[in-house]
């Protein structure tokens, strides 16, 4: 059986997908014919029902994947392909607490939503009222709106939470941000911003490079689909090849001017505070220090 409100995607003879809050009372109404949901919890998951018309349709669990490209959407929303390595990069697990900004229609919210868990908490920020209310929607209609606070505000007026475990930008100028990370997250978080363009790419960077930020990263990310026929395999004829840059960075406690603040004062280090962490891109290719080679003859 099916719990109620659960997701259920349904998906036809030509593989149009149908997603579903599921209520045991309801109706689906297609160019098939009609689909009983009382049929589809008899059916339960990975198996087929039929429409009165006599057409089969798979009963699937949706995925993340499934619910990120369900949402309604009035803005073009972050692909899969770099959702995927966004949650990874910054850590986003049970429990996280992750501050976003640009919440769009949604789809990033959803992953998010889904990653921190029951016992997580999404803070997302728009600063247009007709996305704010679509995300809304769109976390509502997949039952995920418990783990979200949504906030009407323009984050180049600053965060009113903190202590974020990480934090997300998608919006137009990230750089006029900046300023206000430091007092929204815990050291060493780890900070995330898409951007479309290499120019907008290079601003950022530019003000990465003002502040407490280290370990840079920039990356875009393709993926190519393969035609899947064992006799004729190749790759499919289109592709969605650039969709944005992702660009990483820690954020680190800004005390480096509290205390080189007077060189000759009481407070002034008596050891070297040292350079920031190197970017990502001068690291060892592992990402890791390599052992230091002994010199020969030496164990």
């Known amino acids: 059986m099916i719990p109620k409100d659960s997701m259920v995607l349904l998906v036809s003879p030509r593989g149009k997908r149908y997603l579903r809050r599921f209520d045991p ?29 006599g057409k089969p349709y798979q009963v699937l ?11 309604k959407r009035h803005t073009q ?62 976390l509502a209609r997949v039952g995920l709106e418990g783990r979200v606070e949504q906030t009407l505000r323009d984050v180049r007026d600053g965060f009113v939470h903190t202590g974020a475990d990480a934090l997300f930008l998608d919006v137009r100028t990230p750089w006029e941000v900046l300023e206000h990370i430091p007092a929204a997250v815990i050291p060493g978080a780890m900070t995330g911003y898409l951007l479309p363009t290499t120019n907008q790419v ?42 944005g840059f992702l660009v990483f960075a820690r954020c680190l406690e800004a005390e480096r001017e509290d205390l080189a603040e007077d060189a000759d004062g009481e407070n002034a280090p008596t050891e070297p505070l040292g350079e920031p962490l190197e970017s990502a891109q001068d690291a060892p290719e592992n990402g890791w220090d390599a052992p230091e080679t002994p010199p020969s003859g030496e164990a």
């Open 25 to 53: 009372a309801g109706e689906l109404h297609t160019h098939d014919g009609k689909l009983l949901m009382a049929q589809v919890a008899e059916a339960g998951f990975g198996r087929t029902v039929r429409t009165h018309l």
């Open 61 to 71: 669990k949706p995925t993340v994947h499934d619910l990120i490209k369900g949402v």
């Open 77 to 138: 929303i972050m692909y899969p392909k770099e959702i995927g390595y966004l949650l990874l990069k910054m850590g986003i697990a049970p429990g996280c607490r992750v501050i976003e900004a640009g919440s769009g229609s949604g789809g990033l919210t959803v992953a998010l939503a889904c990653y921190v868990g029951e016992t997580g908490k999404v803070y997302t920020y728009e600063r247009r009222e007709e996305f704010f209310t679509l995300a809304g929607k769109n």
């Open 202 to 243: 290079s601003d950022l960077l530019r003000g990465l490079e003002q502040g407490p930020f280290c370990d840079v990263e920039v990356v875009e990310i393709l993926v190519r689909r393969y035609k899947p026929v064992a006799d004729r395999l190749r790759p499919e004829d289109r592709m969605v090849a650039h969709t």
